[in-house]
């Protein structure tokens, strides 16, 4: 129903950044919740960061205040700006949306890798 599908990643040096972009097609319900989750090779998956239709946020305590998470509405984009990225940052990242219908959806994910 909700298609999505991120780009953006790529190679990054220690202490850079990079922005990734997770573009939104299809029926968006006016109240959503957009997540950015990741994972690394022989990791659980990790919640990195929250957005909701009413603009609130939320952060896992280990990217605290490095990313940021926002959104542009007009071009139903999703944004997680990342910066002094480290190399335990290093993972595949997806973007996740979920709705008040009760409907959900998953992008196929972009990969990061911090080099040091």
């Known amino acids: 129903q909700v298609q999505l599908v991120e780009s953006g990643g790529g190679l990054a040096q220690a202490g850079g950044s990079l922005r990734l972009s997770c573009a939104a097609s299809?029926?968006?319900?006016?109240?959503?919740?957009m997540t950015w989750y990741r994972q690394a090779p022989g990791k659980q998956r990790e919640l990195v960061a929250i957005?909701?239709?009413?603009?609130?946020?939320s952060y896992a305590g280990g990217v605290k205040g490095r990313f940021t998470i926002s959104r542009d509405n007009a071009k139903n984009t999703l944004y997680l700006q990342m910066n002094s990225l480290q190399p335990d940052d290093t993972a595949a990242y997806l973007c996740?949306?979920?709705?008040?219908?009760?409907?959900?959806?998953w992008g196929q994910g972009t990969q990061v890798t911090v080099s040091s």
């Open positions: 996740h949306y979920a709705d008040a219908r009760g409907l959900s959806s």
């Open positions: 299809g029926r968006i319900d006016r109240d959503y919740t």
């Open positions: 957005i909701t239709s009413t603009g609130s946020t």
